[in-house]
C-alpha cells in the first residue's frame, strides 16, 4: 500500500546543480503537488497539476520547474540550485471526488540541502 | 500575509484529558478545512476535514469545530494519548484566485504527557 512515493528522501547539491525530484502515487487520483517546509513554517506550494498535461503554478514556484508525465507521475526540477531553496519538499496527490472535497495525501518528502 | 495562523507554537497535555488546538484563517473564501498531523522525518497524514457548510465533523477521537463568523476552527482531541505528541497543521482550501492546493498554518507542536 505504497500511496505516494519520492526519490530520492535525501540529496545534498552544491550551488548551480540541477537535479529532478520524483513522485509516483498508485491511487488512481488526478491532481499532483508540490510543497516545501521550511524550518518553523507551514507547507507552502510550488506547483500543482489538476490533471494529466495540465500544470500550474502555485505560492512560491520561482526556480523550479515541474512535469506531469503521466498520471501517476509529476517531477520538480531544479535547474540551477540555490542555498535558499535548502528545504524539505512534499508532493501529494487528491482524488477528484464526485461529490464534495477530498482531502490531499502527502509523500515522506525529500530532505534537500544545496551548500 | 498569513492566511492561516496558528497562534500556538506549542502545547502541553496530560494523558487522558482533552486537547484543544486553534486556527484562525483571513480569507473569507475558504470552503474547506483540513488538520493533518506529522511525525518527524515523514509526511503530513490526513487527519479529519469539515466543510463550510458544517460547523461540526467528528471522527472517533478526534472532532473539528468551524466558526465561520469568527474566522476560526479547533480540533479537540479526547482523550489524549502518548501517540498523539507531533505536529498538527491547520490547512485551508478553496481561497480564490484560480489556484488549487493548501494554505497550512505554521504548525502547533502538541506533547503528551504521562
Known amino acids: 500500500n505504497a500511496g505516494v512515493t519520492q526519490t530520492p528522501k535525501f540529496q545534498v547539491l552544491k550551488t548551480g546543480q540541477s537535479m529532478t525530484l520524483q513522485c509516483a502515487q498508485d491511487?488512481?487520483?488526478?491532481?499532483m503537488y508540490w510543497y516545501r517546509q521550511d524550518p518553523g513554517m507551514g507547507l507552502r506550494l510550488i506547483y500543482y497539476s489538476a490533471s494529466e498535461g495540465t500544470t500550474d503554478k502555485g505560492e512560491v514556484p520561482n526556480g523550479y520547474n515541474v512535469s506531469r508525465l503521466n498520471k501517476r507521475e509529476f517531477s520538480l526540477r531544479l535547474e540551477s540550485a540555490a542555498p535558499s531553496q535548502t528545504s524539505v519538499y512534499f508532493c501529494a496527490s487528491r482524488a477528484q471526488g464526485l461529490v464534495g472535497n477530498q482531502p490531499q495525501h502527502f509523500g515522506d518528502g525529500t530532505r534537500l540541502s544545496i551548500l | 500575509d498569513q492566511q492561516v495562523k496558528q497562534n500556538s507554537p506549542s502545547l502541553s497535555v496530560q494523558e487522558g484529558r482533552i486537547s484543544i488546538l486553534n486556527c484562525d484563517y483571513t480569507n473569507s473564501m475558504f470552503d474547506y478545512f483540513l488538520w493533518y498531523k506529522k511525525y518527524p522525518a515523514e509526511g503530513p497524514t490526513f487527519l479529519i476535514s469539515?466543510?463550510?457548510?458544517?460547523d461540526k465533523n467528528e471522527d472517533g477521537r478526534f472532532t473539528v469545530f468551524l466558526n465561520k463568523s469568527a474566522k476560526h476552527l479547533s480540533l479537540h482531541i479526547v482523550p489524549s494519548q502518548p501517540g498523539d505528541s507531533a505536529v498538527y497543521f491547520c490547512?485551508?482550501?478553496?481561497?480564490?484566485?484560480?489556484?488549487?492546493?493548501?494554505?497550512f498554518g505554521k504548525g502547533t507542536h502538541l506533547i503528551i504527557q504521562p
Open positions: 490547512a485551508a482550501s478553496g481561497g480564490g484566485g484560480g489556484a488549487d492546493g493548501l494554505t
Open positions: 491511487m488512481n487520483h488526478n491532481s
Open positions: 469539515i466543510s463550510s457548510i458544517k
